[in-house]
């Protein structure tokens, strides 16, 4: 744990189990995405990490900006008013 990288993939992972769990365990656990759309998201950040630990910052800070997009997208972690 000695780059920047390690400590924002560490966080958005732990996000991601979090809300996994929270689903998972929900009575509406049924009509939440499949398990596969939250190891794409883990292996997104597993891979940022890697290349930004290989001094490929540029592209380890898109693709980090890029799993963060997805969780949003896909995962919906957040719930917006219906009029918006």
């Not at 780059?3 to 996994?20: E, K, M, N, P, R």
Request: glycine residues 8%; contains cysteine; aromatic residues 12%.
């Amino acid at each position: 744990m000695s780059t920047v990288f390690d400590w924002v993939s560490l966080a958005i992972f732990a996000g991601l189990i979090v809300l996994f769990l929270q689903r998972s365990t929900s009575e509406s656990a049924e009509r939440d995405v499949s398990l596969l759309h939250y190891l794409g998201a883990g292996a997104g950040c597993a891979v940022a990490n890697y290349l930004g630990n290989h001094g490929n910052s540029l592209l380890a800070a898109l693709l980090l900006a890029a799993v963060v997009i997805y969780i949003i997208l896909y995962l919906k972690p957040f719930r917006f008013p219906a009029g918006s």
